[in-house]
Every structure is written in C-alpha cells, then in structure tokens.
C-alpha cells in the first residue's frame, strides 16, 4: 500500500583504466579511480523498508540498472516510517528533507514512497515501469551539453575524490553521494515483517556544495561497507529547479 505524508514544513561508464577493473594501484596501496564523460541519466528513489509497497520499486531500480548502464538509480531511506514498526537501518531525515524540496518543486501534493524523481524533473510512483521508462527516454533525448569527470583515490578507508566540470550555470549544485551497491536486509518488523529485502546504490552519505570548475572533496567509507561494494555518485543540480544537468559513477 502506498502511504501519503502531508508536507508539513516549508520546507561511467568508460573508465581510463590499467586492468580488467578500471583501477590502478600504486606502491602505498592507494587505488586510483577514472572516469570518462559518458552520459547518464539519474534516477533519485525514495524508499522505505518499512513500507510494503517499496520492495516492487527497489526491484525495479535494481533490474533497470543492470540492464542499462547509462541510468544510475540511487536508493534515498526516508525516515518517516521509522516510527510505524520497523526502523530502516539506512533512513535518514536529511533525505526525508530532500524529499520534501522536489516535492515543493515539482508541485506534489504530499509525501509518499515509492517514489521516483528522473533528472531532478520528473516524478512518479516509483513501481510504475512505464513512467519511470518514459521519463528516461524523455531524459535521453534532452542530453546536457555539460559534462563532468572526475577521478579519486582510496586509502585506509578514506576517498579522495578531485572534479571537474566542463561550464558552470548559474545556481548550480555540484552533488556528490557515497552508496553502497547492494544491501540484503532481514526485517523483522512493520509491514514487511519476515522478508528479505535488497536496495540497490544505498546513499550512505550526501555531500552539497555549489559547483566550481574543479574540486577536491574528502569521503570516508563506513566501517560495515567495503569498498568493493561501494561507488561514489556525482551530479550537477540547479539549485532553485532541481533539474539536473551532469552525472557520473565511479565504482571503487
């Protein structure tokens, strides 16, 4: 069952490699990450594990992505079905906040999962195939002349991630996301009480910052996340509209 929240508040893949992976290692045991400016469109899913109408959709992102390397759908865990029985080991009330500002944007009426937002400018029930398909075909064909490329290193548990950014816009946001690939997740309680559950591009941490031609942002991966399961998520946003222009994948 899909449940409704009123608003309350106002509120790559080409990689430049030197093995099969697309990494390089150096002598200290740091790997060097690349990337190219293939295209991508974004898929931003906003989820719950205690919501029994979520898994249909995180399925969805799961089978889109792997049959189209050009979409990168990300896995946002609201927090407000914590209280409703079962608290979401990944929710957090920032991307509860996210949520809240395209629904201002994009003139939703409330809150809701499963839902879907494409390219910052589309917004849908995020099970529903047809919408979610038809907003990445309309995505495609509007590709951004703006592209981004980047490339990271990782040592001890720290990424250091520099970037850049081929023009600027006014009021734009460079967003930058750690997710882990996969998680499997026994619930216990709520409405899926005894399923196991996967989401897929986890958002385990989301960095904002307005967009300079180049950066260096620092990312630290969480003790329970191995690398080998995780990939940073990069894209360029309006700050006011949403829309977004750029985005990218680095997997570690």
Not at 16 to 43: Q, Y
Not at 172 to 177: F, L
Not at 178 to 192: C, D, I, R, Y
Not at 239 to 247: D, F, G, I, L
Request: aromatic share 6%; proline share 2%.
């Amino acid at each position: 069952m899909i449940r409704t929240f009123l608003i309350i508040a106002t509120l790559f893949t080409c990689w430049a490699c030197t093995n099969s992976s697309g990494k390089s290692s150096t002598a200290n045991g740091d790997i060097a990450l690349h990337t190219s400016t293939s295209p991508k469109v974004l898929i931003e899913l906003f989820t719950s594990q205690g919501c029994s109408s979520c898994p249909a959709a995180d399925r969805l992102m799961g089978n889109i992505i792997t049959a189209d390397t050009n979409v990168v759908a990300l896995s946002f865990h609201v927090d407000y079905w914590d209280r409703l029985g079962w608290k979401d080991i990944f929710s957090n009330h920032d991307y509860t906040l996210r949520q809240q500002q395209y629904a201002q944007v994009l003139h939703a009426q409330s809150l809701y999962t499963p839902q879907a937002v494409v390219q910052g400018k589309y917004e849908m029930v995020g099970s529903n195939r047809t919408r979610v398909m038809d907003a990445i075909s309309k995505t495609t064909a509007q590709a951004s002349e703006q592209t981004i490329t980047a490339t990271a290193s990782i040592h001890s548990g720290i990424v250091q991630l520099t970037y850049r950014s081929s023009a600027i816009l006014p009021k734009q946001q460079i967003v930058v996301v750690l997710a882990q690939n996969k998680a499997t997740t026994s619930v216990a309680k709520g409405e899926n009480a005894g399923a196991q559950l996967t989401d897929y591009n986890v958002v385990r941490n989301l960095i904002i910052q307005p967009l300079h031609d180049g950066g260096s942002i620092e990312l630290y991966l969480p003790d329970d996340l191995k690398k080998d399961n995780a990939s940073i998520v990069l894209f360029t946003q309006d700050e006011q509209t949403k829309a977004v222009a750029s985005v990218m994948q680095l997997h570690l």
